[in-house]
């Protein structure tokens, strides 16, 4: 039986650092989500260049305040989200669910309280909050669909 030849440069595998995982930060999730946080300015200034004229500066920051509450919410589930993958952890369905459901009790107490507050311009706030749900539902489907329908 014949032993394996090795280099006499090489190293052995034990050698080599470890490895640690990647914790993904809060650039690289603003990084990859650009398209979405760009849709959410736009939909922001599209708040104040309509309602303003009308007389409702109001309502229109009350909404771009909803679309920015949207938007922290969808970063922040994002961040969760690529830190639990990036720790190389599994994440199960009652994770997901119970950090979902705590961002999305802080976020429905804090519109409910400002819209209440602003009562009735902050309705709009409640709007913003649809508006960007809708846009980033629309923008993370679109790609998922193009993927199945190119199988």
């Known amino acids: 039986m014949t032993q394996p ?11 080599e650092p470890a490895t ?12 990859d989500q650009r398209k979405v946080v760009g849709a959410a300015a ?3 200034a599209a708040c104040f260049w309509v309602m303003v004229p009308l007389g409702e500066w109001r309502t229109a920051a009350l909404t771009a305040g909803g679309v920015l509450l949207a938007l922290l919410n969808h970063l922040a589930s994002e961040l969760w989200l690529a830190r639990l993958i990036g720790s190389g952890a599994e994440p199960s369905r009652g994770r997901i669910a119970a950090s979902a459901i705590t961002r999305l009790a802080v976020l429905s107490v804090v519109a409910v309280g400002v ?11 409640l709007l913003g909050l649809a508006i960007f749900r809708l846009i980033a539902l629309v923008m993370t489907g ?8 190119g199988r």
Do not use: M
């Not at 030849?5 to 050698?15: E, I, K, M, N």
């Not at 507050?117 to 709009?124: A, N, V």
């Not at 679109?142 to 329908?149: F, W």
């Open 5 to 15: 030849q090795v280099h006499p440069t090489a190293t052995p595998a034990s050698a």
């Open 115 to 125: 819209a209440v507050l602003f009562w009735p311009d902050g309705i709009g706030l």
């Open 20 to 31: 640690l995982p990647v914790r993904p930060g809060l650039l690289r999730v603003l990084r």
């Open 142 to 149: 679109i790609p998922l669909l193009k993927e199945l329908k």
């Open 42 to 44: 736009i939909v922001a």
